[in-house]
């Protein structure tokens, strides 16, 4: 028995490697059985499909079956055998029918071969042997024949061990189509080329598809339709090339035509030598966890829906609320300037605050709704880190210095100056999270720092951090402060306000921007905020190198430094040092006088003091009398450092004769323009004291231009634009005015000009925008001047833009008259001979109460043209003062920020620092969009200007 299932086992492996023998193999094996009188049960299956017919044959012996050998001859079985045309048909062949030891492995994985019609008749003449002698005869003649086609088998293939081993892979893979048969999931095995040679009854049921009716096909063809993804077609269709894995949802057809979801599994399966054999797949339906999916994605959908509904209400409203809440807030900033009861004053008090608290819930309804709606937009402008960090917090540091706070900032001076991003929305990241560290500390400090965490020729990543001294955040709340409407506890809100959205706000916005925040937090102790963020690296201005080689000019100078902040006192050490120059610090006034008393023995003194205002015992104006009531120090240029920018404290410095004010928390760039400014006044204005003398020697000298300019004018503030028209006259040149864009477009394109001064902030078309159409003209006209842009942000990457836009210089408001002239001619090849153009006037002696020295150096010592431009300025003032009002009332950043510009443009003309700080806090606020604080700060701005309006024109009346 061993014998014949080692030859049965060969002949079928043999079988499935050698197909023009397959079906000789199978019919042997059978033959055997009936030949030998074997007691065995076979199970066999004959089909018609596609005009081939298909057998289907498993035997095995039983051992304790009956010796005695009889044929079934079932009319039953031969009516079934001769419909071969039709339908599967199966029916047991057994040598015992009436054996109660009768074994049928209807679970056995039965091996499907294609046969010829020669085969199937052999089959039909074997099954219906009158006796079994006849039977053993018809299966000896064919077993001969058999015999001899297997030895041209073995001729030309593998051997009887070769055949045993695949007989093994065989028995194995009937053992997995047994377990395969039982599995409850659709399981199908495939040829390496992916045609189907069995399923199991799963599959049948799954698919409507019997076994004998996917045979040979492949499953994209048999179960894939027209609103099957395209994409998991050719997912499929790749894996199967390629001999990958794959497991993907896809949607099916059943046999009746309905769809249905499964997630189909293919498998390969590789023989001892690493090659692909087969595929299993295994399908699971899915259809009903796909209609979940598909009903919580919708339920999703309809609350989004909801949610941006409810944002966009929410929106509106607070655009109608703000205009009634505009005018309590005007009504109530007017009613306080009158004459009222403290009761009445107190009243008035607590409705401004509320009010203000008011917009401030309205101002972030308004973005969280933006953000909810998908309206939130990230702009990629180019911009300058310092530049945004310095005004947000500068915007900030009134607060802290309301509280007695401290509020630096710390920044490497190697630190990747120029990116491209979204400047507004680091801004109002930066403003929410410095505002809440203000807003929830009462003493000790605020401290922000920039670091670069990694660089790259392309990009940059930067890392925040905001750290307070305050309440700190307990350790179970540190996630749900970044929810919405959520602060660390109910108190928290009664104490401090708010409307918990400004965090939520925070984080989206950093998501936005492909950022992350968290926080740690210690409670009593303090909070840490930080975020990071990704920039591009933007393009460096032409003229950024000029700071540079101005900041040469400072190597080597000494300065000291006094302040009781020990933050404060390392930035600014950073900085100094960074300059070359040298500083000695200094923790308070006893050990600054110390420093003081030995560099004025060594007559070594301190080329810059920096004091700080806000220090125990002997403030920094203490220590400023000190230093000027004792004849034995001698020092340099004095500069305050303020946590406040106050009218007092500007005029105490103007007392003192300290040279600077400036607020905290200072940038690199602001603290080296004034240093430089600083020094250079010192120089000025000692050439200034001389009353009888020309302001500058060099000017009583001037040459004449070579030629006669006709210059195009652009600016929409009329003092400026008379005043650079006036300028130009004065040199011979021919003017014509424009005040915007968009006139400056139509006059280059009817008129032939040298020169062109385009101012770069106008309504309506800005300077920018029409330098590029002027260029766009000139490329079709072949026509070319130069275009000199007249801007307020000289050491900003505003410059940058205007150079990209294809203007050829800049100037900085306010103008001066010698650099204008000097740039003009020289740029359109007008700079004169070295010659002598006569002396200009005298200025008075009269001491002003106004930098009246410094007007006059912009106009190159012309005092005619200083009056005319003062009557301009006092004209101009009080509609500039009206605009501000007018934008604070209705909201108007936009409006804010340009008047604030202009209203700079002017102070600037008269070095009158103070107010031109608090005109450039206004500016900062419009553009950021946060102008809750710009009534307070517009109070005390009307003040200076006032006094200053009132100082011109009592010049005015004194010059008539």
């Not at 057809?253 to 023989?271: Q, S």
């Not at 709606?373 to 300058?384: H, L, N, T, Y």
């Amino acid at each position: 028995m061993a014998r014949r299932t080692r030859i049965l086992g060969a002949l079928a492996s043999l079988a499935e490697k050698q197909r023009n023998v397959l079906a000789r193999a199978v019919t042997e094996a059978c033959r055997l059985v009936a030949a030998q009188g074997v007691p065995a049960v076979a199970r066999l299956g004959i089909a018609e499909l596609d005009r081939q017919s298909l057998v289907e044959v498993t035997v095995a012996c039983v051992a304790d079956a009956s010796d005695t050998a009889e044929y079934v001859t079932d009319k039953s079985s031969l009516d079934k055998l001769e419909k071969i045309g039709s339908s599967l048909t199966e029916f047991e062949l057994s040598n015992f029918p009436g054996s109660s030891t009768k074994i049928v492995l209807g679970q056995a994985a039965p091996s499907l071969v294609r046969v010829s019609q020669h085969d199937v008749a052999h089959w039909r003449e074997l099954l219906t042997a009158e006796t079994p002698e006849d039977a053993i005869a018809i299966a000896q003649q064919g077993r001969q024949q058999s015999e001899a086609e297997l030895d041209i088998a073995r001729s030309h293939g593998p051997t009887l061990e070769a055949a045993q081993q695949s007989a093994s892979d065989r028995e194995d893979l009937e053992t997995l189509s047994l377990v395969a048969s039982r599995a409850t999931n659709a399981v199908l095995i495939m040829d390496a080329d992916g045609s189907i040679q069995w399923t199991n009854d799963a599959f049948a049921a799954q698919t409507g598809y019997s076994n004998a009716e996917v045979f040979g096909e492949r499953l994209d063809k048999v179960l894939f339709g027209a609103d099957t993804d395209p994409k998991a077609v050719r997912d499929f269709q790749q894996a199967l090339r390629n001999g990958h894995e794959i497991t993907e949802d896809v949607q099916q057809y059943h046999r009746d035509g309905r769809t249905y979801w499964v997630e189909c599994k293919l498998i390969p399966i590789h023989d001892t030598d690493g090659k692909l054999s087969r595929w299993i797949g295994i399908q699971s339906d899915v259809t009903r966890r796909r209609q979940t999916e598909e009903a919580l994605r919708a339920a999703k959908q309809a609350a989004e829906t909801s949610s941006r509904t409810k944002s966009e209400f929410l929106a509106n409203m607070s655009h109608e609320i703000r205009t009634p809440l505009n005018a309590i807030l005007g009504m109530a900033e007017l009613a306080l300037t009158t004459d009222l009861s403290p009761e009445q004053r107190d009243y008035l008090r607590t409705v401004r605050s509320s009010a203000d608290t008011l917009l401030q819930l309205l101002n972030d309804i308004l973005d969280i709704s933006k953000i909810e709606a998908g309206k939130m937009e990230i702009e990629e402008v180019d911009f300058s880190l310092p530049d945004v960090v310095r005004e947000t917090t500068k915007a900030l540091a009134v607060k802290a210095h309301e509280k007695g706070l401290e509020l630096s900032v710390h920044m490497p001076m190697d630190i990747t100056q120029y990116l491209r991003g979204d400047p507004t929305r680091i801004r109002q990241v930066l403003f929410n999270l410095v505002g809440n560290a203000i807003k929830f500390t009462d003493r000790g400090e605020v401290a922000v720092e920039v670091e670069e965490q990694w660089r790259t020729d392309e990009d940059v990543g930067l890392h925040f951090s905001v750290r307070d001294t305050g309440i700190g955040i307990p350790k179970d709340r540190l996630q749900q402060i970044f929810e919405s409407f959520t602060q660390v506890d109910s108190s928290t809100t009664r104490r401090f306000g708010g409307s918990g959205l400004g965090l939520t706000i925070t984080s989206q916005l950093l998501r936005l921007m492909n950022g992350k925040i968290w926080v740690q937090s210690k409670q009593g102790k303090g909070s840490t905020f930080h975020f990071t963020i990704q920039l591009k690296i933007g393009q460096q201005p032409t003229d950024a190198s000029s700071t540079h080689m101005d900041a040469g000019t400072l190597a080597g100078k000494s300065v000291l430094v006094v302040d009781d902040n020990a933050t404060n006192r390392r930035i600014l050490e950073e900085m100094l040092r960074h300059w070359r120059m040298r500083p000695t610090l200094a923790t308070g006034a006893p050990d600054a006088l110390k420093q003081l008393e030995k560099a004025s023995r060594s007559n070594e003194p301190f080329d810059v003091v920096l004091l700080d205002a806000m220090m125990p015992q002997v403030d920094g104006f203490g220590l400023a009398e000190k230093i000027q009531s004792r004849p034995d120090i001698s020092c340099g240029t004095v500069m305050m450092l303020s946590s406040a920018d106050r009218p007092s404290s500007a005029a105490r410095c103007r007392e003192l004769g300290i040279r600077a004010h400036l607020v905290k928390p200072i940038t690199a760039s602001t603290l080296l323009e004034t240093i430089l400014t600083a020094l250079s006044q010192d120089v000025t204005q000692g050439r200034a004291k001389r009353p009888a003398a020309p302001l500058d020697e060099e000017l009583a000298a001037r040459p004449e231009p070579k030629r006669s300019l006709r210059v195009l004018v652009v600016d929409d503030h009329e003092p400026n634009r008379n005043l650079a028209i006036k300028i130009l006259e004065r040199r011979g040149h021919a003017c014509i005015p424009a005040t915007d864009g968009d006139e400056a477009i139509s006059a280059c394109a009817q008129d032939a000009f040298d020169a062109v001064l385009m101012d770069v902030q106008m309504p309506g078309r800005d300077g920018l925008s029409a330098t590029r159409e002027i260029r766009l003209q000139q490329e079709r006209s072949g026509s070319q001047f130069p275009i000199i842009a007249l801007t307020a942000h000289a050491l900003s990457s505003d410059r940058e833009k205007c150079l990209a836009a294809g203007m050829d210089a800049y100037l900085a408001k306010p103008i001066h008259a010698r650099e204008l002239v000097a740039l003009v001619e020289r740029i359109t090849g007008a700079a004169p001979e070295k010659g002598h153009n006569g002396a200009p006037s005298s200025p008075p002696t009269d001491s002003q109460p106004f930098d009246i020295s410094a007007a006059l150096a912009r106009m190159d010592g012309e005092w005619d043209l200083l009056r005319e431009y003062i009557r301009d300025v006092v004209d101009d003032i009080p509609q500039l003062i009206d605009g501000l009002w007018a934008a604070i009332e209705d909201g108007d950043a936009r409006s804010l920020q340009m008047s604030a510009h202009r209203l700079k443009s002017l102070v600037s003309s008269y070095d009158h620092s103070e107010a031109r700080q608090l005109a450039q806090t206004l500016e900062d606020m419009g553009k950021d969009g946060e102008i809750n604080d710009a009534r307070t700060t517009m109070n005390r701005l009307q003040l200076l200007v006032d006094e200053l309006v009132r100082a011109l024109s009592k010049h005015l009346q004194e010059e008539k």
